[in-house]
């Protein structure tokens, strides 16, 4: 089937004429229903991406579908999300791979998931852990909506500041409160040279981190940074950036395993 024809299952971004976006999936002999009229589902599928359709009410409404950002920021949630500013620089910071084997904890509403999941492809294996089971299914749901197919990955409930069962895993991506519990197992599970990346909001937290980091002496290339984003205004006669910018979401640390610090070489740090 071609990618950009809508067909029955899928899901379509429908987008207004204010700009904004409204989330559909598309079912035969049903409708889509806003303040601005109604869509019958069967106008869209089978059509291409882009196309416009008029509303019952003669408001113009373009469909395409949804990009891994935008379902992400308008998807069904139970907590709070990472969101795409954030995803796209774990995906480099963290240097997921194709066929990466990699351990999550704290998918939550699971946007982290689907971003690591686009990453690391269908050759590599993802194991996502949560406390709760109402995250993991809402994780589980959202991961099914927007990748297609059974894509590679093993939900888990469980606590990994106790323990994990994997090893020999590329990288490990953390969402939780005090992620230096995991430090000491992490660095277990861990290949040589691999990545931890850990997701905090508060600048103690990742002071906290740094310190345990470093007295675990199995983890070296330590590095914490923030990302911000600033949008821009480009009328026909003013160009400004936005009132508005998306500041400060969390901090990103990250650390590599290495060899451990003999007596000798504590030493001479």
Request: proline share 6%; charged share 25%.
């Amino acid at each position: 089937k071609p990618r950009y024809l809508f067909h029955d299952g899928d899901h379509g971004l429908a987008i207004d004429r204010k700009g904004r976006h409204y989330l559909v999936k598309l079912k035969s002999d049903s409708s889509f229903e806003t303040h601005l009229g109604n869509v019958n589902h069967n106008d869209v599928i089978g059509k291409t991406e882009g196309i416009r359709i008029k509303s019952s009410h003669g408001h113009w409404l373009i469909f395409v579908k949804p990009t891994m950002a935008e379902f992400i920021r308008i998807m069904p949630r139970i907590a709070n999300i990472i969101y795409p500013k954030d995803l796209g620089a774990i995906i480099t910071l963290a240097d997921l791979f194709p066929g990466a084997r990699v351990l999550e904890a704290g998918c939550g509403s699971g946007s982290m998931t689907i971003a690591i999941l686009r990453a690391i492809g269908e050759t590599g294996h993802l194991f996502s852990y949560d406390i709760r089971k109402d995250m993991i299914n809402m994780a589980e749901a959202n991961v099914s909506a927007i990748i297609p197919g059974t894509p590679p990955v093993n939900f888990k409930i469980g606590d990994v500041y106790k323990c994990t069962e994997e090893v020999n895993l590329d990288r490990i991506i953390l969402d939780l409160p005090e992620p230096w519990h995991t430090l000491p197992h992490a660095s277990k599970s861990l290949v040589p040279g691999g990545i931890i990346l850990c997701f905090l909001p508060t600048i103690l937290q990742v002071h906290k981190l740094v310190q345990e980091s470093r007295k675990q002496k199995t983890f070296a290339m330590i590095n914490t940074v923030e990302i911000l984003i600033r949008p821009w205004h480009l009328g026909d006669r003013s160009v400004r950036p936005e009132q508005k910018m998306v500041g400060h979401t969390g901090f990103l640390t990250t650390a590599r395993k290495v060899d451990a610090l003999d007596h000798e070489q504590t030493q001479e740090l």
